[in-house]
Each structure stands twice: as C-alpha cells, then as structure tokens.
C-alpha cells in the first residue's frame, strides 16, 4: 500500500449498556465475534469534492421536493456516509463495474458507488425522489435512473445493454426497504449470469435467519434452501438503527450474496419442481416427509429414498441440508 493510502477504522455510535449486556450474551451463547469492517480509501483530488450526506443533508434535499418519508414504501434514509463506504466496500466496486441500486432515495449511497468509478442504473418507485437523483447526478454521464417497482421491474432486460456477460461486472448495491427484502432476494439471486455479487442492508433479524439459521431451530425455513443454492451469504457488519432517518424500530445490518454461476448450482432436473418439493415439505413443518410429500410418491418410496441418502425415514424438513433435499428430490420427483 501506498504512503499516500489512508486506512482507518470505521466508529459507531456508543454502545449502551443494554448493548452491552445483549453482546455479553451473545459470547456466551456462542455467537461469532465479527472483525470490525476496515476502509481503505486512496487520497487524490476527487475525494476531497465528495459532498456528506448527513442528517443536514438529507432534510435539504427532501425540503427541495416537498417530501417527507413515506412509512407505505419503508424509506429509512441514511445518515452516515461511512456506512455507504462500507456497502461498496463490501462490493468491492471499483472503476467500469455496473451496480443496481434499488430505492436510492436521496442520493447517498449513489454518491459513494459513482465516485468509486461504476456506472450505476438506479430503480426507484418514489416519483419525486427519481427526479431528485436525477437532477442530482444526470450530468455525470454514469447515471440512470428508473421510475419503477423493483419488485415489477424487468431487471434483466435492463441489464442486458450494459453489461458484458463474459466479465460479471455487474453488482446489486443497495439500502432497500425491510418490507420488501424476501422479493428482492428471489429476484435477484437466481441472476448469477450477470451479477457477480449482491450487497444488501437489510433487517439484522433477517440478515441473522438467511446467514446464520442452523438446522433443527425454528429459523430454518425454505428461503434458507433458496439462498444457498444460489449464493454464498456472509455477514458483514451491523448497523444501528441510530444511524437512519427516520429511525426504525430495529437495526440493520450488511450482507453479502456471493452469486453462483448457472453451472455451479446444485444439479438437480428442474429448478421448479425442486423448490416445489422443499416449499412442501415445510408448509407442514412438523410432519415427517413420508407424510408431507405423498403428493409426490408413496410414503413407502420416500422412506427408501431417506434411508438411501443415509437419513432416517421418519426425518423432517429441518433435518435436512440443501445437499439432502437435492439428493432426495432427484430420488422422488417423477417428471
């Protein structure tokens, strides 16, 4: 690294004493320490004209158009422009990458991904805060934005123009609503074709469930199957709920979706069929397989097909890994 190089170790707010009570209980229970994020950014001429959106900031801006955040599409706008650092830290964006961001709100986290040199395509349902990024970053010529529900969007056919499938230079880098955060994951994770990488903030709860869920606990479920079949999820870093206007009632944290290639996903004859199955199994969680999947074969048959792949034939759906539920599928499913 460079004498010129300035790394420094991102600061939160203080931590209460509740929190530290809540982090003392975590060590004990076994939870993970997590090394503190580190950001390392170049000096040079550009970085000293990036503007800070702070608090101040963000009122102005939205005092511009007249707007307030809107509870119906879950706007929580961030005030911390290290926070933003972090995110495409965590991308690893840098100079010719293509990001999504979805929900750009104000600008911030747009501010960061454009100065870290990519192009970014912006999908943003909220009319008057569309016009506002555009307004605000239209003259750089590395911005579009869409007035569109990414949950509608035909994201692909964006992307096709921009992005050259050979290089998986494209990245999803974006503070999304918490409302949505289970449709933008289905969404976007079966998309390894042309995103290498997805980084999202999310609910810490629910960053918590997709990363960390174990088997036989309650928070197992189908989309815990779905995320690793299509991707490698790791924590990142979390993120106080202090650190948003308006403040949730919860706090956020940062996850990374390393996305697999079309042909390093598990193999397994038919993606729908494969999904269907494992949604089966756990729409009567508490019962045994043989049970809950008669719909596909007798109980006698997916006995055997338990037994084959070296589990019991009275397991249940949060016994089984995604390795397991393939193996069984390819076992039972009659297409």
């Known amino acids: 690294m460079s004498p010129s190089s300035l790394c420094s170790l991102q600061t939160f707010p203080p931590i209460s004493n509740a929190q530290r009570h809540k982090a003392a209980q975590?060590?004990?229970?076994?939870?993970?320490?997590?090394t503190p994020y580190v950001v390392c950014a170049e000096r040079s001429s550009k970085a000293s004209t990036r503007s800070t959106d702070d608090y101040h900031a963000t009122l102005k801006a939205l005092n511009s158009k007249g707007r307030f955040p809107r509870k119906s599409l879950?706007?929580?706008?961030?005030?911390?422009s290290d926070i933003n650092e972090q995110l495409a830290g965590a991308a690893g964006v840098e100079q010719g990458d293509v990001v999504l961001e979805i929900g750009p709100g104000t600008g911030s986290l747009t501010n960061v991904l454009l100065n870290s040199g990519a192009f970014?395509?912006?999908?943003?349902?909220?009319?008057?805060?569309?016009?506002?990024?555009?307004?605000?970053?239209?003259?750089?010529?590395?911005?579009k934005v869409l007035t569109?529900?990414?949950?509608?969007?035909?994201?692909?056919?964006?992307?096709?123009?921009?992005?050259?499938?050979?290089?998986?230079?494209?990245?999803?880098?974006a503070n999304i609503p918490?409302?949505?955060?289970?449709?933008?994951?289905?969404?976007?994770?079966?998309?390894?074709?042309?995103?290498?990488?997805?980084?999202?903030?999310?609910?810490?709860?629910?960053?918590?469930?997709?990363?960390?869920?174990?088997?036989r606990t309650p928070e197992y479920r189908p989309i815990n199957i779905f995320v690793n079949f299509y991707s490698d999820p790791e924590y990142k870093l979390k993120v106080p709920r202090t650190n948003f206007f308006p403040q949730p009632n919860v706090d956020a944290a940062v996850v990374s979706f390393k996305l697999k290639l079309p042909s390093e996903y598990p193999q397994v004859s038919s993606t729908k069929s494969f999904f269907s199955m494992v949604n089966s199994a756990f729409n009567e969680k508490r019962k045994m397989l043989r049970k809950s999947l008669q719909h596909i074969c007798t109980s006698l048959?997916?006995?055997?097909?338990?037994?084959?792949?070296?589990l019991l034939a009275t397991s249940r759906p949060e016994e089984l890994t995604l390795d397991d539920f393939v193996k069984l599928h390819n076992l039972i499913a009659k297409e």
């Open 120 to 143: 970014v395509l912006a999908v943003e349902k909220d009319k008057h805060m569309a016009a506002l990024v555009s307004e605000r970053f239209s003259s750089t010529g590395k911005f």
């Open 26 to 34: 975590d060590s004990t229970a076994g939870v993970r320490r997590r």
């Open 178 to 215: 918490f409302n949505i955060s289970t449709d933008v994951i289905k969404l976007l994770l079966p998309m390894g074709d042309i995103f290498s990488e997805v980084v999202l903030l999310l609910q810490e709860e629910t960053a918590m469930r997709l990363v960390v869920s174990s088997l």
């Open 148 to 173: 569109e529900d990414i949950v509608k969007c035909h994201v692909r056919s964006h992307m096709s123009s921009l992005v050259d499938p050979e290089s998986r230079n494209a990245k999803v880098v």
């Open 74 to 80: 879950g706007q929580h706008y961030m005030l911390n």
């Open 301 to 310: 048959e997916i006995e055997e097909a338990l037994t084959s792949i070296g």
